[in-house]
């Protein structure tokens, strides 16, 4: 399917309002654009998504061909995953976030976070009901509030605020129509951490509000050694789930393996949307994913030595468009603000049309980002340095 055909065939029934102002999202729609140019002959060094470039751990790609051999791997699988992937993912909980859960009930499998975003809003917002979404923020929660037939309440996040919601500001507000809480710390696109304290005032918010907080958080280990659960604050179970993904720090971003974590009650109803979805995760994938649950500190430390001389990379070509950022920063992106008086778009515009580089505009985060640009670690340093040098040498 392309949009940049031009076709005349007038679609014998509506669109489902449903849709409404949801468009296809932004990367599909670009990507598409990027291999037209890449057909045209230019060579494009794609900085914009967060699809991780190297490889799995060569025993967990040995362990999903395994399973593949085996005749008895390919039938349909449990709705809530298997058990040993439900073990994995508590033992993976336990070591790296000090949090326990039970595997048979307080963990379900997910083909991806992104799909668990919509299941949660399928599951828990009837029409007319709001989901705080942060700005800037993934823009998913968006567009899975609105095709749930939600109201998307955004919430400004801003540098100077450190990235964190007002929670004076929005305790003062009628939140009467609030469900959903939408939070992602290690925030994307911003980089921002929460610091110390911030997830218990967020956990007595929401208490007091009745509003279901959902922590997304796939960036727990990149770039940063301080790995942090919303589920180890005391008594965050009563009113807080999470997401969990193996895209981004097992490079797994192909494979779709994520996971909901939190009280049966909540994943119970969950499942009651998602068993009517899809019909499980292929048995080599779970297998596999397991493996890769269990990789050690080794793993992740070798990881982040490439990502910490990509981010040196990726910082000096914010640096070459006069970009400004916070070094401290952590995940899987550099997040800069343009120079002054310049927008995202324009500037992300002119990296790609004159000089081949395509940078993420921060406007398709949301307003909030309008005025920054975001560059993803996930191209090889020879292409870091070779972005770096175009730039540097632009008008
Ligand atoms: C904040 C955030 N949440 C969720 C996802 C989706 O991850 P997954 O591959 O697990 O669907 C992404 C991917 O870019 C992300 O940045």
């Known amino acids: 399917m392309s949009t940049l055909t031009k076709s005349s065939l007038q679609p014998i029934i509506p669109t489902a309002e449903r849709l409404g102002d949801v468009q296809e999202y932004y990367f599909s729609t670009k990507l598409r654009e990027l291999a037209q140019l890449q057909r045209d002959g230019h060579d494009v060094i794609n900085l914009g998504i967060g699809s991780p470039d190297l490889p799995p ?16 791997a390919h039938g349909y699988q449990p709705y809530t995953g298997r058990p040993e992937l439900r073990q994995g993912f508590a033992r993976w909980y336990q070591r790296y976030f000090g949090v326990d859960l039970d595997p048979e009930a ?41 095709l749930a037939g939600g109201v998307v309440r955004p919430y400004e996040l801003s540098a100077e605020g450190g990235w964190l919601p007002d929670l004076a500001s929005l305790e003062a507000q009628d939140l009467s129509r609030v469900r959903i809480m939408w939070v992602n710390y290690p925030h994307m696109p911003t980089g921002a951490v929460a610091p110390a304290g911030f997830f218990e005032e967020l956990i007595a918010f929401a208490r007091r509000k009745r509003i279901l907080l959902v922590n997304d958080n796939p960036y727990a280990f990149i770039l940063t ?32 393996v994520g996971a909901l974590a939190g009280a049966r009650e909540y994943l119970n109803t969950v499942l009651r949307f998602k068993s009517n979805m899809d019909s499980g995760m292929f048995r080599p994938v779970q297998e596999a994913a ?25 910082m000096r070509i914010m640096d070459a468009l006069g970009c400004a950022y916070d070094p401290e920063q952590v995940g899987l992106f550099v997040w800069a603000r343009c120079p002054t008086g310049q927008d995202g778009y324009a500037v992300s515009d002119a990296a790609l049309y004159a000089n081949d580089v395509f940078l993420t505009p921060g406007g398709i985060f949301g307003s909030a980002g309008r005025e920054y640009v975001r560059i993803s670690l996930c191209a090889t340093e020879t292409r870091l340095a070779e972005a770096l040098a175009r730039l540097s040498t632009a008008p």
Request: hydrophobic fraction near 40%; avoid cysteine.
């Open 57 to 72: 751990a060569p025993e967990v790609i040995s362990a999903l061909a395994r399973g593949a051999q085996d005749p008895a």
């Open 106 to 146: 307080e963990i379900l499998p997910l083909i991806g976070s992104k799909e668990g975003i919509m299941h949660i809003s399928m599951a828990y917002l009837n029409a007319g009901d709001e989901a705080l979404v942060p700005n800037p923020g993934y823009p998913t929660y968006r567009s899975a509030t609105e």
């Open 225 to 256: 050694e301080t790995r942090q659960s919303l589920l180890a604050i005391p008594g965050a179970r009563e009113v807080a789930i999470e997401l969990s993904s193996l895209s981004k720090a097992q490079n797994l971003a192909g494979w779709r």
């Open 290 to 314: 397991v493996v890769a649950l269990d990789l050690g500190q080794d793993w992740y430390d070798e990881l982040n030595g490439h990502y910490r001389r990509r981010q040196v990379l990726a």
